[in-house]
C-alpha cells in the first residue's frame, strides 16, 4: 500500500475513555498534511469522522478513503492507522464493546448525515468525566445509536489482497493509476492463463480483477479533486480515456458527478 512521508503523530492518552462507565466518549483534534498515524487498535467500537480535509484509514484487509461526508466504522480490535492527504479536523467516538444490538457487525464507511455529524461532534467535545450524572449526554449517546442504524455503507473500500503476488499487481496499480496492463497482459508477465490469474486475483481480494481496478483509480482521484485539479486531468493521470469516461464510472459508483462530490466535500 502507499506510504505517507510526513510527521507522524503521537498517540491520545486514552486511559479515560477505557475507564469511563458512559457508554459514547469522543476525542477530537487537528492534523496537518501527510500526517501518519500508526497502527493501533481500541477495546471498544470505534467511529472516525473527519470534519474537514481528506483521510485514509488501513487495515490489514484494505483501505478506506474518507471525504467530510462519510465515517469509517471499526469493530473492538480492529487495528488500523490513518493518513491525512490534507489538514484534517478529526472526530473519534468510543462506543463500549457491550453495545452490540443493532450496530454494524463489520467494518465499514458509513454516509454522516446532518444529524449524526452534529451529534459525532457534540460527544467528542462533552467531557469524559462529568461531575455528575449528565442526561443530555446519555441522551445524545442514544441518540447517536439510533442515527448509526439508519446510516448505509458507502463503496469507500478497496480491499488487500492476502496473496503476495496479487498483492505486488496492486502496488503497481496504486502506484501507477493509468498502469496499462489487462488481466491478460497481467498473466502474461506472471506466466500463469487468464483464467488462473483470474481466479487467484477473485480468491485474494473478494472482488474481480476489473473492479478492484476500477475502485482503485476512483478512490484514489478523492485527494487530486480535492486538490482542485481539473477533472480532465483527474481523469488522464487515473487511467480514462475522457473527462467523461470518468465521470460516468465515478457518478455510478458514486452517485453524484466528480465536480458535485469535490463541492459538496469542500462545503461539508
Known sequence: MMTIDGGVATFLDLTQHEKSTLLVTGVHGHYPARTHVPAHQHDCYHLLYAAEGLMRV???????????????????Q???AFFTYSQVRAHGLFIKAE???????QDDVLHVSPLLRELIIALSLDSVTPPSFSRRHQLLSELLLEELQQQQPLPCYLPWPSDATMAQVCETLTANLAHPFTATEWANQLAMSSKSFHRHFERSTGITFGRW???????HSLPLLLNNAPIVSVALTCGYDSHSAYTVAFKKHFGVSPSHFAAATRHA
Open 78 to 80: 480492529t487495528e488500523h
Open 213 to 219: 481496478r476500477q475502485q482503485c483509480r476512483l478512490l
Open 99 to 105: 453495545i452490540t444490538n443493532h450496530l454494524a457487525a
Open 58 to 76: 488501513e487495515t490489514d484487509g484494505g483501505e478506506w478513503l474518507l471525504p467530510p461526508t462519510t465515517a469509517v466504522w471499526l469493530r473492538p
